[in-house]
């Protein structure tokens, strides 16, 4: 291996594990177990680890590689928005995707139990099966925006059975608010890449719906999103409001044709912003509630 390529890992791994998505998986899986837990342990430092770092690098670093192709032709990649990995750096990319989470998991295997491993299986499976060949669910309209949703959701559900919470309705009713939401951002996501995707032969829910179709059926779910938050515990409905901002800023694109649907990456930048915006308001109702209604769900 060249020296050129040696310095450059450290930076390929950090661009292939998008850094700019760390929070929003570490973030499910931290504020589930703490607030059913109420402890700061062994558990909840190393999954909070697992989820920020090295599961962001399986998923991502898996993607970057199986997508190398239909990347070189998307303007977007290159940056804080996927990694374009020289061939020559995939099997090193491979290997770290592969063996930096293996230490966590294992040690999360030891601090849980059977609902548990049945939660961390699925949720590294999806992981798994969104870009690896012979399984790319990324290729199945449909069903690639309910997996890339389970990559979101499930560190929650995997904190939650961590802490053994207990299954309420509202909790249940929270839960598919969220994955709601997963599926109306890989939905909107998905649109911008259009172009590239078909040129590359690569199906999405955005390639077969079309552009047009494809945004309004994400505004649909995030519609659904904030609806099925009424029905939580207060505070929770106020949830129902974080809807709002993404509803506002991808309803200028709910008549976008496929020929320009590369114009909503201006969309896509705004929902990255929102994320972070609110993320902070969803914390400040999770404490509000954590005060309200105790520290478990």
Request: with cysteine; hydrophobic share 55%; charged share 10%.
């Amino acid at each position: 291996m060249s020296t050129s390529l040696t310095s450059s890992l450290p930076r390929d791994l950090l661009l292939a594990s998008r850094p700019v998505s760390w929070i929003n998986t570490a973030y499910g899986f931290a504020a589930a177990y703490l607030l059913t837990s109420g402890r700061v342990d062994a558990a909840f430092v190393i999954g909070t680890l697992f989820f920020l770092v090295p599961y962001n690098l399986a998923m991502y670093g898996i993607n970057d590689v199986f997508d190398y192709a239909s990347d070189l032709a998307n303007p977007r990649k290159g940056g804080a928005e996927g990694a374009i990995l020289s061939p020559a750096r995939h099997r090193v990319v491979l290997t770290w995707s592969t063996l930096l989470p293996v230490p966590f998991a294992v040690a999360l295997v030891v601090l849980g139990d059977p609902l548990s491993w049945l939660v961390l299986a699925l949720s590294l499976f999806a992981v798994v099966a969104y870009s690896a060949p012979g399984l790319r669910f990324k290729e199945i309209p449909f069903v690639d925006s309910l997996t890339s949703s389970t990559h979101f959701v499930s560190p929650a559900v995997y904190g939650l059975a961590l802490a053994h919470a207990t299954t309420t309705v509202p909790l249940v009713l929270l839960l598919l608010a969220f994955f709601a939401w997963g599926v109306a951002s890989h939905a909107f996501g998905a649109v911008q890449d259009i172009g590239p995707d078909r040129e590359a032969g690569i199906s999405s829910i955005a390639t077969a719906l079309g552009a047009r179709r494809t945004v309004r059926f994400a505004l649909s779910m995030w519609a659904v999103a904030g609806v099925l938050m009424l029905f939580t515990t207060w505070p929770g409905p106020l949830g129902a409001l974080l809807a709002l901002p993404y509803l506002v800023a991808v309803w200028p694109f709910r008549s976008v044709t496929d020929a320009e649907a590369a114009s909503t990456n201006r969309g896509w930048r705004r929902f990255l912003l929102l994320n972070y915006v609110c993320g902070f308001l969803a914390t400040m109702l999770l404490i509000w509630w954590a005060f309200v209604g105790g520290t478990a769900f």
